[in-house]
């Protein structure tokens, strides 16, 4: 089947949960996960869930694992560099299944297009866990708008269908 084909299998309006892993942002301040929000309403997608929280890795497994079961798809934005308080990514991977390894990999490539060798300090990944679709995206609202209008939003609805969501 053609990539074509599989899209137009996927499934256009996924239950998506948005966490914004942040110390210094609330939510009247977090632009990143407001961007979030508001591409996937405008493709299609329902937030069901939104919440900022401290980067402290209880709280940010725990929103995911409650969460999980009643999404689709959730995708946390921040605390993916090299800061000691950064802790998203070791969180989320601990959960996935599956890493889709060529999410950080392609995203990687078109941050460094946009910003140069600072690319390198993400760690931005996307996998599986529990069945869903899990993502993790740097805090800037740049890098969340790369992710999301280039690779996320294009495939989610294919990803689900691959799922059985």
Do not use: W
């Amino acid at each position: 089947m053609s990539v074509e084909e599989h899209h137009r299998h996927g499934h256009k309006s996924l239950r998506v949960g948005v966490v914004t892993a942040s110390d210094s942002r609330s939510a009247e301040t977090d632009e990143s996960g407001h961007l979030i929000r508001d591409l996937l309403t405008a493709a299609g997608h329902r937030v069901e869930y939104y919440a900022v929280l401290p980067d402290d890795p209880s709280r940010i497994r725990q929103a995911l694992l409650d969460n999980l079961r009643n999404l689709d798809a959730i995708i946390v934005n921040g605390g993916t560099g090299i800061a000691a308080r950064d802790s998203t990514i070791e969180v989320v991977r601990m959960l996935l299944d599956k890493e889709l390894e060529g999410f950080g990999e392609l995203f990687r490539y078109l941050s460094y297009q946009q910003i140069g060798p600072a690319a390198i300090l993400s760690r931005a990944l996307a996998g599986v866990a529990a069945g869903k679709v899990v993502a993790a995206l740097p805090g800037s609202p740049g890098a969340c708008r790369l992710a999301m209008e280039q690779l996320l939003i294009p495939e989610l609805g294919h990803m689900a269908h691959l799922l059985k969501l």
